[in-house]
């Protein structure tokens, strides 16, 4: 009866590298999802998802209910946010955010009322008769993203009406140790998972709904068979050996189906979307039950905590809320990790809230997850190397982002990186590889763009010259137009005007000459100045550019940000002095003239 | 350095333990040779590390770097036990401390330490002293019908040079045939009780010896299977190819089974800081050290040709890897060269 018309076991492939860390999932996987408790106060913050930030649509003293819209979506890539439960909006302030950085981000703060009240849901049991674009409007409207880590929005997906695609990846391999929230969410809601998967199939036009799913996962297996069975939907299973990194998308892509997708290209480039477990509940409990994203099952695990398990959390729950209920001994504690070890972040602040993202809190023992141990220099030995799963040589990587060669860096493929962290794994100097090649990244990046924006500015400046070219031209053209009119009208009234003329010109010479004449006797000197006063203003400038000479020597052994002005200021007193006393030396001269002059006359 | 950046798990490995299992991969070859010719490469041992870790430290201390730490990584084990390997059991005592001098000085410290020297340590040193001392380099190798016991080496390496008896000391089974094939033919040169069906005898129980040390070195992933198996083989195919008479050349077995291959494919061409990456970089690095070797035996003047073979291909990794990156996932090919667009 098992493997009966619904369910096709496929052959895998495999992927290069990878490795074997102990997978602690047993702490966490045996007892089932639990719900916490309502807390009295969640923060979502407006940037949780990949994308723009969300816009809020409320104000502070607004009353919501349960799953009502907070924040929309802004633009293409983007996700609504949800009133997660009943209550009033306190707040609308940066606040604590999880990330490496320990910024702020804006959030709202809705405090909860205790009655966890829904607004009016309606449940559609017809979807199919809908049509595939209000389906697609449901799940943008529902704020779903995806659950798996990355937060992207997952309506985004379905709008690439480009692509044909023949198949829908699930990823249930969840190869990150400790994580157990997919694994749980598959053995206690697979049929939940099937019912998403169906919609999503419909939606893409694909033929075949493919499971990857590694082989620690016996219960999940089984689940699927089941629900598979019970609904009547047909599946493919391929059981992939327990293997970090495989679920890795690119690297699930790889192992179940022996394709790579292309350099800078999607998955759909290659007929397939892929999609995580979580992801594909959450569209079903959005499409067929109106249920915006608004909780999700998140793993509290790690030697610290008392209970670990599964919990169904609110988003925004703040982070402490959620250990406190799980029994975390903080005490014991070192740090808290948002993700997995091998891919998780520290969370620098546990007011932080649970976003949609959040699979996992890790909370280690010192012990458990020792800090990192002073690094011993590279020795090449190529570890790393026969780790990676996408055949990086990381120990040529460390040499380039350490010297900062980004060249060379480029050259070993740096932005492939997916940084899974297998090669840190096994090195024997325990060098921080990933730290390494996101510092060259970022330099990357940077580079880029400063490279965009110096292109940019270029271009504006030729295009501004080529304008201010163009308009000389127009100018000029203008001028000599008119300068011809002129001459035309000028011949024109001369010819009319004729004796009558040579008078008028007669009378504007003497006018000229008795003007050029009086210039000539006032230009000897600064005006109506005796040569007394011009001597003492070529000694009030001397002093003057003295003292700013004085000033910019001081400035240049105390204040060198200074000198730059001090030193056009100086300039412009020198030439001011420079003038006065040629003046004053010309009339001296003058006066000199005029005094050997006189005994003559 | 303290980080808090993902991954937060590390694996159990470290130099310290690579640098030992290397070590324990070499116990195998060093009871060979100690058995089968001579206590001197035990007390070359033991010579080899006291100096290393003396002039390590020194030049640590010198370069202000912490000595400890690196001391304690045991890479200057490693190349102390190379080179003990590799040098001559009864030459005497000085011989070994400049070797292992030079190596750490002019290997190892002049280029920044542990995990920059873009040659193999004791491979430099080696050449150093073979084009420095070529008498004490070729004539003072022990002869395995006489095996000289821990009292005859030590006088011999501390005391009067003049007690290395022609008995006692002689060339290489390599280089005897090399010499002689000239003027005897195979099968007159190879009665000669030195030769066995091997090749020769205690070299080829040597070199079996250092093949069992390097696989473990395989099973415990320390190197992988791509230099050995390119060295070996081009070795073993230029000999297949140009030594078919063995009336002419040294034959496959001889160069497979004496002298220092063994030790070269497994322990000193794999020497990841100076060898190529890339594993396909490695394939071509290793076949070019198997057929430096065999030119540089057949046709150069030197009897094992290993060190300026390893030398000579550890100028040519950087240029190897240039050409010899994989290509990355979602690649259509490898990026070749210096530019990105090629």
Request: hydrophobic share 45%; aromatic share 6%; glycine share 8%.
């Amino acid at each position: 009866m098992i493997g009966s018309q619904y369910i096709k076991l496929v052959d895998t492939g495999s992927i290069p590298g990878g490795i074997h860390p102990e997978q602690h999932k047993i702490e966490s996987n045996s007892s089932p999802i639990t719900t916490l408790p309502l807390p009295t106060t969640l923060w979502l913050p407006l940037a949780m998802h990949l994308g723009t930030p969300a816009e809020t649509t409320v104000q502070i003293g607004d009353r919501v209910l349960k799953g009502e819209l907070i924040a929309a979506a802004k633009g293409l890539v983007s996700a609504n946010i949800h009133a997660p439960t009943s209550g009033t909006i306190q707040a609308i302030e940066p606040h604590a955010f999880a990330h490496e950085s320990g910024f702020v981000q804006p959030a709202i703060a809705l405090d909860s009322d205790g009655l966890d009240q829904w607004r009016m849901l309606e449940p559609w049991s017809d979807w199919r008769s809908r049509g595939i674009e209000a389906v697609i409007e449901r799940i943008r409207l529902g704020g779903v993203t995806g659950l798996g880590g990355a937060g992207f929005p997952t309506d985004v997906k379905y709008r690439n009406s480009q692509a044909v695609i023949h198949t829908l990846l699930i990823n249930a391999a969840e190869c990150e140790p400790y994580i157990t929230a997919d694994d749980r969410l598959m053995r206690e809601r697979a049929d939940d998972i099937l019912r998403g998967a169906t919609i999503c199939q419909w939606l893409l036009g694909a033929k075949t709904i493919l499971i990857g799913i590694e082989d620690n996962k016996p219960e999940a297996i089984a689940a699927f068979r089941a629900a598979a069975e019970q609904l009547q939907v047909p599946i493919e299973l391929a059981i992939v050996p327990t293997k970090y990194p495989s679920g890795g998308e690119k690297q699930l892509i790889q192992l179940v189906l022996g394709a790579e997708v292309p350099q800078g290209g999607l998955p759909s480039d290659l007929g397939i979307v892929c999609q995580n477990v979580g992801t594909l509940a959450q569209v079903y409990r959005t499409v067929e039950l109106d249920e915006p994203l608004i909780s999700r099952v998140t793993t509290v695990t790690g030697a610290a905590v008392s209970q670990p398990g599964n919990y169904q959390v609110l988003i925004g729950t703040p982070i402490e809320v959620l250990l406190a209920h799980a029994g975390v001994q903080m005490a014991k504690a070192d740090r808290v990790i948002m993700g997995g070890p091998m891919m998780g972040f520290v969370v620098p602040d546990l007011l932080a809230p649970v976003v949609k993202s959040t699979n996992c809190l890790l909370v280690p023992t010192k012990k458990e997850l020792p800090p990192a141990l002073p690094d011993n220099p590279c020795i090449r030995c190529g570890l790393c190397e026969q780790a990676c799963p996408v055949s990086l040589l990381p120990q040529q990587m460390l040499w380039s982002a350490k010297n900062r060669q980004l060249d060379s860096a480029l050259l070993h493929s740096l932005n492939d990186c997916i940084e899974c962290g297998a090669c840190a794994y096994v090195c024997p100097s325990r060098i921080p590889l990933v730290q390494y090649y996101r510092y060259a990244k970022g330099e990357i990046r940077q580079e880029n763009e400063e490279n965009v924006s110096a292109e940019r500015a270029r271009v504006r400046f030729e295009n501004r010259q080529k304008r201010l070219d163009r308009e000389q031209v127009e100018k000029e053209a203008k001028r000599q137009s008119r300068a011809a009119a002129a001459a035309k009208a000028l011949a024109a009234k001369t010819a009319a005007e004729g004796k009558a003329g040579s008078e008028t010109n007669a009378l504007i010479a003497a006018t000229l000459e008795r003007v050029a004449a009086k210039k000539i006797a006032t230009n000897t000197g600064p005006v109506g100045l005796s040569l007394s006063e011009l001597a003492a203003v070529a000694q009030a400038s001397q002093e003057k550019f003295a003292k700013a000479a004085g000033r910019l020597t001081e400035a240049e052994t105390n204040a060198p940000e200074m000198v730059a002005a001090l030193k056009k200021a100086t300039g412009k007193l020198e030439e001011k002095y420079l003038s006065s006393e040629a003046a004053y030396q010309t009339a001296l001269a003058a006066v000199e003239i005029a005094a050997a002059d006189t005994p003559k006359s | 350095m303290l980080t808090f950046s993902s991954p937060h798990t590390v694996g159990q490995n470290s130099v310290s333990k690579m640098m030992l299992t290397l070590l324990a991969a070499l116990i195998p070859g060093f009871a060979a040779l100690t058995y089968y010719f001579s206590w001197g490469y035990l007390i070359n041992l033991m010579l080899a590390c006291a100096t290393v870790l003396v002039v390590e430290g020194a030049l640590l201390a010198l370069r202000k770097r912490p000595i400890g730490f690196f001391l304690r990584d045991g890479s200057a084990l490693v190349t102390a036990a190379l080179l003990a390997c590799a040098l001559p059991p009864l030459a005497p005592w000085w011989v070994t401390v400049l070797g292992a001098a030079l190596a750490i000085l002019f290997g190892k410290q002049l280029f920044g330490g542990l995990g920059q020297n873009p040659f193999n340590p004791a491979m430099v040193s080696y050449a150093l002293l073979l084009v420095s001392l070529p008498v004490l380099m070729t004539t003072r190798w022990a002869n395995v019908e006489q095996p000289s016991s821990l009292v005859t080496s030590l006088m011999v390496i501390f005391g009067d040079p003049g007690l290395a008896l022609d008995g006692l000391t002689g060339a290489t089974p390599l280089d005897y045939y090399k010499l002689n094939i000239g003027r005897l033919t195979a099968s007159e040169l190879t009665a000669n009780p030195i030769f066995g069906p091997l090749g020769s005898v205690g070299w080829a129980q040597v070199n079996l010896a250092f093949l069992a040390g390097g696989l473990l070195l395989l099973v415990r992933r320390i190197i992988t299977w791509h230099i050995p198996v390119a060295l070996l083989g081009t070795l073993g195919v230029m000999a297949l190819f140009f030594s078919a008479d063995a009336d002419v050349h040294v034959p496959l077995q001889l160069h497979l089974f004496s002298g220092s291959t063994m030790l070269a494919a497994f322990f000193i061409a794999t020497d990841p800081v100076s060898a190529a990456t890339s594993n396909r970089g490695k394939l071509y690095y290793a076949a070019g050290i198997g057929l430096l070797i065999y030119l540089i035996r057949t046709w150069g003047n030197y009897p094992d040709a290993t060190a300026f073979a390893v030398l000579l291909m550890n100028f040519a990794a950087p240029l190897i890897d240039h050409y010899t990156r994989p290509r990355v996932y979602g690649q259509q090919k490898p990026i070749k060269g210096f530019k990105a667009d090629d």
